[in-house]
């Protein structure tokens, strides 16, 4: 019986174009991830012999097979024929689940990162497949970095490196339904005129005006969604700040010089914290570090 320890960081997306809603519900998006340093910490014990899956954590999440992690375990044990074995998982959750960071993703990608290493799995295009079941979000965290996301975020390409920037998370408490924030978006916005072409010229760009070019359509939904924050924003903004939405929301970050002067502006409940890039070449490293 072995314990491996792992971390599972959180992502937000730099640039996130909604293309359009495809035929199985989901939408078609041109986005850049980029894994950040706030991590969860898993504990993962494998016994060999015996056969199930456990799960437990520190916070409140659904800890039976709708766990994005059981759902890794699973898929991955059916799709491999690994020998049969017991996997007893702890999560620690630092990353506020349901924030638009990506956090229950992250755990499963980290997770199938793991397991693909430690039964020797060579077939990267298999996992990335398998990963794609279980969110649009997860296969990213197989590749980490800095990565480009097509299809409905689920085809990904881990391109070079954002210069690493400082930002400030902020946590707000509020809950944002992803599934109601795309609808949302289909009832109220006019669809950004992109593609691949276009697309990666966006992403040259980025590479050149870093934070500047940064760009997500959901905050075009804040006027309707969130008045309090889209004033908030409007504030940030007056004040030299870019503030953006992380994925969907409702975690929200900014940009921009003295990110201390910054939390200033921040109502007392909100939560902020700094954080920084992680690399695709520290990855691999601090996912296992
Ligand atoms: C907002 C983002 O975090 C940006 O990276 C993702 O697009 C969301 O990814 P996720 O949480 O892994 O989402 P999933 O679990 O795959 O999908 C949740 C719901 O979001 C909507 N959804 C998600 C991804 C996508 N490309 N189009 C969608 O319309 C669908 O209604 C879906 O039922
Ligand atoms: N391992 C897990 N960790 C956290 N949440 C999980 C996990 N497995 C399933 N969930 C469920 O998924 C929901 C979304 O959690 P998650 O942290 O991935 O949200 P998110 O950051 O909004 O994701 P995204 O950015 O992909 O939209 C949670 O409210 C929880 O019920």
């Given amino acids: 019986m072995t314990t491996f320890k792992l971390k599972s960081f959180a992502k937000i997306n730099p640039l996130l174009y909604i293309s359009e809603k495809r035929e199985d519900g989901y939408h078609n998006l041109f986005t850049l991830y980029q894994t950040v340093s706030i991590f969860d910490e898993i504990d993962l014990t494998i016994e060999k012999g015996k056969k199930g899956i456990e799960i437990s954590s520190n916070r409140d999440i659904p800890l039976d097979s709708s766990n994005l992690v059981y759902k890794a375990i699973e898929l991955f044990v059916e799709e491999f024929k690994v020998e049969p074995c017991f996997f007893k998982v702890f999560i620690d959750k630092r990353i506020p689940p349901g924030g638009g960071m990506g956090g229950g993703s992250s755990n499963a990608g980290a997770v199938l990162y793991f397991l693909k290493k430690h039964f020797k799995i060579k077939a990267n295009k298999r996992i990335l497949d398998l990963a794609a079941k279980i969110g649009s979000d997860v296969p990213l965290f197989l590749l980490g970095g800095t990565v480009m996301g097509t299809g409905k975020g689920d085809r990904v390409t881990k391109i070079k490196d954002l210069v690493n920037t400082e930002f400030l998370a902020v946590f707000t408490g509020k809950h944002y339904p992803t599934e109601k924030m795309y609808s949302l978006f289909d009832e109220k916005c006019e669809k950004t005129d992109i593609d691949l ?76 914290v700094k954080l920084e890039f992680v690399s695709g070449s520290d990855y691999e490293r601090l996912l296992f570090g």
Wanted: proline share 3%; no cysteine.
């Fill in 197 to 272: 072409i276009k697309f990666s010229e966006i992403v040259l760009n980025t590479y050149k005006k870093g934070y500047h070019s940064f760009y997500n359509d959901f905050d075009r939904l804040l006027q309707y969604y969130d008045r309090d924050l889209f004033e908030l924003f409007a504030y940030l903004k007056s004040k030299g700040y870019k503030p953006m939405l992380s994925g969907s929301g409702s975690t929200f970050i900014i940009f921009g010089e003295d990110l201390s002067r910054a939390k200033k502006f921040l109502p007392e409940n909100f939560k902020a």
